[in-house]
Nanobody, 122 residues
Framework: QVQLVESGGGLVQAGGSLRLSCAAS????????MGWYRQAPGKQRELVADISTGGLTNYEDSVKGRFTISRGNAKNTVYLQMNSLKPEDTAVYYCKARGSDVARPLYDYDYWGQGTQVTVSS
């Protein structure tokens, strides 16, 4: 099994910054793309940003220029630097990784973290 553990959420005033971290652990065979999603109350979960193993990034339009996704040197970690936060960024943020475990190395699955709350006050 592969586990994802997120950290870094919290309460911040509008205009402030937060940095989310996510680390994959367990019986990892490979980790490919990683990303961050968010879900606000009453809304569907949406992609915020993702990054490939080669470093190609993709951002949701409303966060472009404010958020930056990056991966750690070990490639099993992913970060989301969030600047100029707005109240509408308030949501539970989830880390996702696509990869495989050592028991079934040829099969890719989507693994999810437990989520971390980000609250931006106006």
């Amino acid at each position: 099994q592969v586990q994802l553990v997120e950290s870094g959420g919290g309460l911040v005033q509008a205009g402030g910054s937060l940095r989310l971290s996510c680390a994959a652990s367990g019986r990892i065979f490979s980790i490919n793309a990683m990303g961050w999603y968010r879900q606000a109350p009453g809304k569907q979960r949406e992609l915020v940003a993702d990054i490939s193993t080669g470093g190609l990034t993709n951002y949701e339009d409303s966060v472009k220029g404010r958020f930056t996704i990056s991966r750690g040197n070990a490639k099993n970690t992913v970060y989301l630097q969030m600047n100029s936060l707005k109240p509408e960024d308030t949501a539970v943020y989830y880390c996702k990784a696509r990869g495989s475990d050592v028991a079934r190395p040829l099969y890719d699955y989507d693994y999810w973290g437990q989520g971390t709350q980000v609250t931006v006050s106006s």
